[in-house]
């Protein structure tokens, strides 16, 4: 596990893994964005646990595209609800060699123009 977990100092930020290793290739399966969200969907803001929770994306973990790659945006709350699923997160990016966007991650309804 990461080291920081341990950090008092250690603030959770939103950030983006980005589907391309450090040497530029597409990280495969195609579907790993998906995959890997649909794993992270039980972490939910009520703390709902409800019997189809793995057909729900968690609001925190969502996949998405950025300059045309799959991609997950990860939303930095999920660590106050379970830290070692932001800390599993920081880790998957790292030992499969992602790119990390460290990035302020919007829900969709703020995004929306007013």
Do not use: K
């Not at 790993?32 to 609001?59: E, K, N, T, V």
């Not at 106050?80 to 060699?97: C, H, M, S, T």
């Amino acid at each position: 596990m990461s080291s920081h977990a341990a950090d008092p100092g250690f603030v959770a930020t939103d950030f983006i893994i980005h589907g391309v290793t450090s040497s530029g290739r597409p990280f495969r399966p195609s579907d790993w964005a998906d995959r890997l969200c649909g794993i992270m969907g039980r972490f939910q803001p009520d703390g709902a646990h409800r019997a189809d929770m793995h057909l729900r994306y968690s609001p925190y973990v969502t996949p998405g595209f950025i300059e045309g790659v799959r991609s997950v945006l990860v939303d930095a709350r999920i660590h106050q609800l379970e830290p070692l699923a932001y800390l599993f997160l920081r880790d998957f990016a790292r030992d499969n060699d992602l790119r990390v966007i460290e990035a302020c991650v919007l829900p969709a309804t703020e995004l929306a123009p007013a």
